[in-house]
């Protein structure tokens, strides 16, 4: 897979533009990419990746930060098969976004301030908000300790963890009301049927809700982002790839699918059995041909003649960094761009913006890209210092790993925060990637958003105002 890299810091740009990769277009599209944020001394202060646009989803990505590595700015998105890793708020943002299948990977801070590991900021700041976090069948890994599963970064925030495997670097109380105590009665966090050593209900802090099977079932569907409207599948290259005059270099014929969620099944919720995710998803994904009048209009049209763009280092293909192939994107898009990325690392600060939706980041699932940068809020301020930030509608990302590289902060340095990535466009999807960063790794910023198969890596992983569904398993 590809290398998406970056050195930017919030320093720099501010921590939202100090993203290695930003998208703000809608229907984005990213898959097979290792987006990344540089870092010095292991540490990192940028953000790694931040989407802003509606609609984007990401397949087998990895999206590698230290501090503030995924700003999930706002829309809707989704992730599968992701790898996510920061340290401290390592996902963050106002997004509307499920996390499906995806890992999240906490690391340790000796230097920091021990309350801080934490893996989500959600933003949202009233009940109101139709915004939120879910996450379901994935993984809560790393080296950190006593790790948080979310704070009260704003009044009213909401995240749920279903079916989620805890390792025991998750602290006994589980959350944090961000040393506000008032916020204890506003914060929406739950767990539900959760198992490993971190996973402790009696322990939990008295405001956290163990969730019965009606309160858990609007978080365990797809409709939780809408995705009986948008939800594309992850792209994937045929193997009987066509030489393109003469050139030893292979056009890549994209199997882009649209994915059906059919009335009738989208409220079918997530199975408990974790080895029946997989069945359970391919049942309602269907051609855009059996879908019948559930799609969105604009989306059919966009996906009737995708446009297929390869990246390539070194030479062999239409451009040789990621930035370049997205500037060639015109405003007011209208056709899905599928953006094949080759492997190796891709220092860059990518932003989609939201005046070009339908845009697809793919990597190779045997060979993930790395997208780095190590932007900082210092430099950037905190939701543009991601790596990648997506602000448009439809975006999809596939096989990627997205990290900011930025060294990790001292404690005493001020605008520490790094986003890896930063969603903030509706309906965008990530599938198999891998979001690394330390502080705010994971700015999931406003929108509905989808997560799936993917690795989130963090101390204070997540913030938001948005409506998230996050499936791992």
Known sequence: MPNLTFDGTAKQYGTVDSATLITESSYFVGANLNIVARRENGRSTSGCFRVSGDRSAFYNCKIIGFQDTLCDDRGNHFFKDCHIRGTVDFI????????????????????GDPEM??????????????????????????????VFLGRAWKSSPRVVYSYTEMDEIVHPGGWSSNRQPERAETVYYGEYKCTGKGATPATREKFVKQLSDAEAEPFLVL??????????????????????????????????????????????????????VEAWFNDIIKPVKERGKTLDPELVEAETEPRII????????????????????????????????????????????????????????????????????????????????????????????????????????????????????????????????????????????????????????????????????
């Open 117 to 146: 590991a934490v893996i989500t900021a959600q933003a949202r700041e009233s009940s109101l908000e139709d915004t939120g976090y879910s996450f379901v069948h994935g993984r809560i890994t790393g080296t950190a300790k006593d």
């Open 310 to 473: 390869k990246v390539m280092q070194g030479g062999g293909g239409e451009f040789d960094t990621i930035t370049k192939a997205i500037e060639s994107v015109p405003s007011g898009n209208a056709k899905r761009v599928i953006i094949s990325i080759g492997p190796g690392s891709y220092k860059e600060k990518i932003k989609i913006e939201r005046n070009k939706p339908f845009i697809t980041l793919l990597g190779d699932p045997k060979n993930m890209p790395n997208l780095t940068f190590d932007g900082t809020a210092k430099q950037y301020g905190t939701v543009d210092s991601a790596t990648l930030i997506t602000e448009s509608s439809y975006f999809v990302g596939a096989n990627l790993n997205i990290v900011n590289t930025a060294p990790r902060p001292d404690g005493k340095m001020v605008g520490a925060q790094a986003v890896a990535l930063r969603v903030s466009g509706d309906r965008s999807a990530f599938y198999n990637c891998k979001i690394i960063g330390f502080q705010d790794t994971l700015c999931d910023d406003r929108g509905n958003h989808f997560f799936k198969d993917c690795h989130i890596r963090g101390m204070l992983i997540s913030f938001s105002e948005a409506g998230h569904l996050y499936i791992w398993y």
């Open 92 to 111: 963050f943002g106002s997004g509307t976004s499920l996390y499906l299948n995806s890992e999240i990977f906490v690391e340790g801070d000796p230097e």
């Open 223 to 276: 409709d939780y982002v809408e995705g009986t409207k948008w939800l594309l599948p992850p792209p994937t290259k045929e193997m009987d790839a066509k030489r393109i005059e003469g050139n030893e270099v292979y056009a890549l014929a994209m199997c882009v699918s649209i994915l059906l969620f059919a009335p009738i099944v989208v409220s079918q919720p997530i199975p408990v059995d974790k080895s029946q």
